[in-house]
């Protein structure tokens, strides 16, 4: 009786293992190319239209 558990048992442990999958294979993606954007992006020149326009608003001239 032990040696009918112990062939089980065995069994089960190399079934496991025998059926677990192939080898893993790690593949790196490539890293995409990052594009620099000009000094003069879009993202200076409102920085320095809307403080014109708010000062053309408020400091034009008054009417009497």
Not at 16 to 28: F, N
Request: net charge negative; hydrophobic share 50%; aromatic share 2%.
């Amino acid at each position: 009786m032990k040696s009918l558990i112990t062939t089980i048992l065995l069994a089960a442990l190399l079934a496991t293992a025998a059926q677990g999958g192939g080898a893993v294979v790690v593949v790196e993606e490539p890293k995409p190319d990052a594009e620099e954007s000009s000094a003069s992006g879009t993202g200076l020149l409102p920085l320095l239209i809307v403080p014109l326009v708010v000062c053309v608003v408020f400091c034009g001239p008054k009417d009497p």
